[in-house]
């Protein structure tokens, strides 16, 4: 299989286009296609040098009120040494393009497109450009909700090539997860994924849940259920999908239908607030 990670590269549409109407949030769910970053929309960011950064979703009250998720873009000799305001927070990164030089408490790493990593809270690290080129990546950062007796998770380094696609049963392998992080392991309270449709392949009923979601498409095509709406969905699209909202899909074209998929999961609902 022939895999790409599509990534954006702003700028500003034309003056002779129009506004596309793909772009939707509702009280269910948000969709921001891959038009929508340009760089009108980027922010800078505390101490990160040459960096800009998309802020696809952030904790909303009355929304999905887990994560932030980001595409991020360092220039050449840019990145920072004090990336992580909140201390309490882990994060994952998932690289797209260029090679990212990612130091894990003393030990250094090369993310080149499909590398992954987790990395705990109180974990110190820092990230710059591995060479000349531009890299981008996601970093998707949640607050951790530690365990009494259960240990602080350890960082991952993986790459999508080292991890096997598991089939889910009774799919024949039209619908894969890639899982970096073990699922009965109760220390992780988010995973992280790469969900695959081969062409035909679908999610057969309206998932209906308590995760929360952010989706990346990362190649190819499908329609996906969001609510109540069927969305066209292509690489670089975005839907942020609160707790509950039904969804399904149905990959489409001659290529895999892949997308990054963040969920909260392995813990017990907080009761007040």
């Keep these: 299989m022939t895999r790409s990670y599509f990534y954006p590269e702003g700028g500003l549409p034309p003056q002779s286009g129009r506004a596309r109407d793909r772009a ?11 038009g929508v970053m340009s760089d009108i929309v980027t922010s800078a960011l505390p101490h990160w040098k040459r960096t800009r950064a998309w802020i696809l979703a952030r904790p909303l009250s009355g929304f999905a009120e887990t994560f ?15 990336p992580e305001p909140d201390p309490g927070a882990e994060a994952v990164l998932f690289v797209l393009r260029g090679t990212l030089a990612l130091t894990l408490d003393g030990v250094a790493h090369d993310l080149t497109p499909g590398g992954f990593a987790y990395i705990p809270p109180g974990t110190d690290w820092q990230v710059t450009t591995a060479s000349s080129e531009t890299a981008t990546f996601h970093w998707i950062r949640k607050r951790y909700e530690p365990v009494e007796g259960i240990p602080l998770p350890t960082p991952i380094v993986s790459h999508d090539d080292k991890v096997a696609p598991q089939p889910m049963p009774d799919t024949n392998g039209l619908w894969a997860t890639s899982r970096f992080v073990d699922p009965a392991d109760p220390s992780h309270d988010m995973h992280v994924t790469i969900v695959t449709f081969q062409p035909g392949g679908i999610i057969p009923f309206a998932e209906t849940h308590v995760m929360e979601h952010g989706l990346y498409v990362l190649q190819g095509k499908g329609n996906y259920l969001l609510n109540r709406d069927w969305v066209e969905v292509e690489p670089g699209d975005f839907m942020w999908l609160r707790a509950f909202c039904p969804q399904a899909c149905y990959a489409v074209g001659d290529q895999p239908f892949r997308y990054l998929l963040y969920k909260d999961v392995n813990r017990h609902p907080v009761l007040t607030l």
């Design 24 to 34: 939707i949030f509702t009280n269910a769910y948000a969709f921001i296609p891959a």
């Design 68 to 82: 932030a998720q980001y595409v991020v873009e360092i220039g050449a000799g840019g990145g920072s040494a004090r």
